[in-house]
């Protein structure tokens, strides 16, 4: 192994433990943040509206982010985006003390800017990794994911009454997590752009955004994130009202996390063997076997057979579509083509948590899975499309 092959092993499995930590706390803020909102909220159908907030608030970075690291670099500029997320889980712990349902909204959406930031990790690892690593290295860095499934949830469970009022000890636990990220981060061996580096610009986005493959990429992924999104932020509150116990629906978002990462150490080589659409199409599958199972019952069963097959569909759908955008920009143009990729997948996420509150405390857990199904059957389509015509360019 030559010392370039072992340094963006060393980066990329550094980034995966980044990813590890992001996952943590997005894990505890997906298990606490709908409920938080449901015990503050002036009315129930915003219980999401903290979710949609945090959402909010990397899409509105997430474009910043990507252009601020391009002129500082990844590792300074990755640093600072953590810096951001103590701010924010200290604004949400001081919501809850408060009893401030708006001040907790506030919060979240300050946390996002971590989220945005931390959301291009795994394209850092593409870009240090070698074309035929690439898929690898972003499904291995995405598999880190898998001790936020674990550690998440269960974290939430034992801080959640910890300190001071309901809730209030699972945010102050996030800002440890930050802190071990920012460390983790110090250490990352990326050079730094070069004013040449900085000053280019390549095609502008437009055209870039014009090409089938860029497309389809940004559409399956801002989908199975949304879809995803959609589905599980309001499998708590489903649970809620189905009767079930706080610790189920922690066991059970446990087990969507892990679900959604664990995959992560075969997919690339999956995608490598088998090929990104076929690997995304067995994802939008998933999806469509989740909705299924979900609609023939609320037992605790039902709900954890659901959001474990959703997990993996999102895995193959995310990852592949992440290693499809890859293909589709320059060097010099990947913070507008990656910006423009987050900010869709951001808009999908902030949609989908907001009106999934809306439609689960007003319509019910059933309405909620209908909902979703076109959605994925948009994904399936455009795949087919994009399959046939990369097929023609081949004969």
Request: hydrophobic share 55%.
């Amino acid at each position: 192994m030559n010392s370039t092959t072992s340094n963006a092993r060393f980066n990329v499995g550094l980034l995966a433990a980044c990813q590890a930590m992001l996952m943590t706390n997005n894990a505890t803020l997906i298990a606490v943040n709908g409920l938080a909102g449901l015990a503050l909220a002036p009315t129930p159908s915003l219980a999401t509206l903290p979710v949609t907030c945090w959402v909010v608030g990397g899409g509105i970075a997430t474009m910043q982010a990507s252009k601020y690291m391009k002129k500082v670099g990844r590792r300074a500029g990755l640093i600072r985006g953590a810096s951001v997320g103590i701010l924010g889980a200290l604004i949400c712990a001081a919501a809850i003390w408060q009893a401030s349902f708006w001040l907790l909204c506030f919060g979240a959406l300050v946390w996002g800017t971590y989220n945005a930031f931390g959301q291009y990790y795994r394209f850092v690892a593409a870009e240090v990794a070698a074309p035929d690593f690439r898929a690898t290295a972003v499904s291995l860095v995405l598999a880190g994911g898998l001790v936020g499934g674990i550690v998440g949830p269960t974290l939430s469970r034992y801080t959640v009454d910890l300190v001071g009022p309901k809730f209030a000890g699972a945010y102050l636990a996030l800002i440890v997590f930050a802190l071990i990220t920012m460390a983790i981060l110090s250490r990352i061996r990326i050079p730094d752009p070069t004013a040449a580096e900085q000053a280019a610009s390549g095609r502008p986005l437009s055209e870039i955004a014009a090409q089938p493959k860029y497309i389809v990429a940004v559409m399956s992924g801002a989908i199975s994130y949304g879809v995803m999104n959609f589905l599980m932020t309001s499998t708590p509150i489903a649970m809620g009202v189905c009767g079930h116990p706080y610790g189920d629906a922690a066991f059970v978002i446990s087990s969507h996390v892990i679900g959604m990462f664990a995959p992560s150490f075969v997919t690339g080589a999956l995608i490598k063997r088998l090929g990104v659409i076929q690997v995304m199409l067995a994802g939008a599958a998933l999806n469509i076997v989740s909705v299924a199972i979900a609609l023939s019952g609320v037992a605790v069963a039902n709900f954890w057979w659901s959001l474990v097959l959703l997990g993996v569909g999102w895995n193959f759908l995310y990852i592949g579509a992440t290693t499809l955008l890859t293909e589709t920009y320059r060097p010099e143009e990947r913070a507008k083509a990656q910006g423009a990729n987050e900010t869709a997948i951001f808009a999908m996420m902030a949609i989908s948590s907001f009106s999934s509150g809306m439609i689960v405390t007003n319509a019910g857990w059933e309405k909620v899975n209908y909902a979703a199904t076109p959605l994925i059957a948009v994904v399936i389509l455009a795949l087919l499309f994009l399959f046939i015509e990369l097929k023609k360019n081949r004969t």
